[in-house]
């Protein structure tokens, strides 16, 4: 017979170490993990279980899935949780964040329901529920979250925000925290801002050739702006992030204003604002042209005054990197005009805009072709695209893993350069785009599709139906 206290030992055990129990009789322990599990861990589930072990490896989607099926785990017979509460909740946040970070989530949810609390990651875009642990108790959660992000953790009923950054397993992550009061308590988003996996090299971002060759060049001019657009979560810090990196040498002065940090630079000047200390992006950015710089990234372009700076900055020998929040690069043009920047200057100061978007990558292992398409415009995409169908299977989420980035590069022309001079209306400086040799979001997103990389569906939902 297997005791509670048995099966409380080996399920602590199993979770401390992404693994699944499949099957536990008085015979045989048969489990799943994802990495081969050290020997002194089997040793210690020998001990704890009484019996012979079994370990099948699964790729991670899989074991998640089964996670999520399975729902809430069997708590086992847990008794006296609540004395054990501040230990619990700094071991379950770390476990949580791990957990996140394993699985690719770019945000983790701790949202309290009525009766018991819901935890969700974000992976790939889309909100994933994770399998609640019994005793969770989002009080607790809430103070631990608050006390690692320097927050008031008496204060509960403004919303609040920081950073931290944290250590696990060997590896360091930094963090975002916004709390906010919602009807059933405090709940909070931890945005995972940087772990050390990810790679900024240029070569990296997944641009084409052509895109790639662009971006390049406007990055080594001496002077001017290149602007990063999009929606929230659309990657455009980490282009920028990339970029500033390809010009990270000795013999140049990079430095950032930010908010927040995103990723730690080695060589980069990097300053965050603090606007509940006064120190705002204007004020910063002003500090950071008496720095003598040559390369200056501005995190966001929010408001006039920044705008007014930054492209001042551009103008007077100066490298400027920043990101706008707009939907495309033509409408950027138009965006800077409503921040009070007269055509003029922005023309003679912007030398590239670069559009960008996340779509899901369709899993090579389970993707299906499905009918052709032949209903696009000649001018967009002459002949058929290839569809394809998202399936799913034990490798990948719903028939997607991963994102890939989709890019829209639009080069200040001299013809374009004229035409934001003379403050013409979007409507033209649209057409005159099109002459351009210039691939739209929507069309680099159809040379996906065409490929394999992604569905029209997923397209649509992220870029939209047309060419706008
Ligand atoms: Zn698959």
Known sequence: MITPATRHAVENLCQRNQAVILDFTTERLHIAAVEPLPQEIIAALRFAAHCAIDVEYWPPARLEQFRQEQGHPSSGHRTDITERNSETATERIDHLLYLAIEQRASDVHIEPQANDLRIRFRVDGVLQTVSPNGSDNGNALLARLKIMASLDIAER??????????????????????????????????????????????????????????????????????????????????????????????????????????????????????????????????????????????????????????????????????????????????????????????????????????????????????????????????????????????????????????????????????????????????ALVHQQDFNSLFVEGLHCVNRGDTTLAELNRIVGTDDG
């Open 157 to 430: 009923r403004m919303p609040q925000d920081g950073q931290f950054t944290l250590t696990l397993r060997g590896k360091q992550a930094s963090f975002r925290l916004a709390t906010l009061p919602t009807g059933f308590g405090e709940k909070a988003v931890v945005r995972l801002l940087q772990s050390e996996t990810q790679s900024v090299a240029l070569e990296n971002l997944g641009m084409s050739l052509t895109s790639l060759r662009r971006f390049r060049e406007a990055l080594a001019r001496p002077q001017g702006m290149i602007l990063v657009t999009g929606p929230t979560g659309s990657g455009k810090t980490f282009t920028l992030y990339s970029g500033l990196s390809s010009l990270n040498e000795p013999g140049r002065n990079l430095c950032s204003v930010e908010d927040p940090i995103e990723i730690p630079l080695p060589g980069v000047n990097q300053t965050q604002t603090h606007p509940r200390n006064g120190l705002d992006f204007n004020r910063v950015l002003r500090a950071l042209l008496r720095q003598d710089p040559d390369v200056i990234m501005v995190g966001e372009i929010r408001d006039s005054e920044t705008a007014e700076i930054a492209i001042k900055a551009a103008q007077t020998g100066h490298l400027v990197l920043s990101t706008l929040h707009t939907n495309s690069t033509t409408e950027t043009l138009t965006r800077m005009g409503q921040l009070g920047i007269p055509g003029y200057l922005l023309a003679s100061a912007l030398k590239l805009v670069i559009a960008q978007r996340l779509v899901r990558r369709l899993c090579p292992h389970c993707r299906e072709p499905a009918e052709a398409l032949a209903h696009f415009p000649r001018a967009l995409w002459p002949g058929t695209v290839q569809n394809w169908r998202a399936v799913g299977c034990e490798h990948c989420y719903s028939g997607y893993y991963g994102r890939l980035a989709l890019f829209e590069l639009l080069p200040i022309t001299a013809q374009l350069q004229n035409a934001i001079a003379a403050e013409c209306s979007h409507e033209q400086l649209l």
